[in-house]
């Protein structure tokens, strides 16, 4: 196995994880959080947040050292269109992912608060749910667009 196929299958890998921490993350919050059961949330979104910083996190921080690596392997330009669409997108999903973290992690609190009161959700838990759910579209789809234009490299 040669240098470049081993950086290209942990960025491969990367990118699975990505993709497959975000569907889980996305399945397992909205399952929790239509079950409206309180103490259910609050133990979904403390392993929801858990998860995110310890895969999507890692995989995120890595992606652009191993895709660097893989461009410096194949002498790749930086004015390849398909390499620079990516990069915008990466910021995109980027922009929509952080806020999320932050919403994940209050609204671990806020639910985590409501089992302990033994009292129902705050508006505010509702609000950043909704807020949540609709910041997962243009970040997921992000992503899946980088995967695909990593794959196809049609431009």
């Known amino acids: ?15 699975i994880v990505i993709l497959g921490t975000g569907a889980g993350i996305a399945f397992f919050m909205l399952m929790a959080h239509r079950s409206r059961d309180v103490a259910f949330i609050a133990r979904t979104a403390e392993t929801v947040v858990i998860a995110d910083m310890l895969f999507t996190l890692t995989a995120v921080l890595l992606q652009p050292l191993s895709g660097g690596v893989l461009m410096w392997l ?13 990069l915008g997108l990466y910021v995109v999903a980027g922009l929509f992912w952080v806020p ?8 671990r609190d806020l ?10 959700l705050p508006p505010r838990y509702t609000a950043l749910f909704h807020r949540w759910f609709l910041f997962g579209i243009p970040g997921f789809g ?3 667009a980088i995967l695909w234009l990593m794959i ?4």
């Open 74 to 86: 194949s002498s790749t330009a930086w004015s390849e269109r398909w390499l620079m669409a990516s």
């Open 100 to 107: 999320v973290i932050f919403m994940q992690i209050e609204m």
């Open 152 to 155: 196809a490299k049609p431009i």
């Open 1 to 15: 196995m040669t240098l470049y196929f081993l950086v290209k299958y942990l960025h491969v890998l990367g990118a």
């Open 111 to 120: 639910a985590a608060k409501a089992a302990e009161q033994n009292q129902g």
């Open 142 to 144: 992000s992503v899946m």
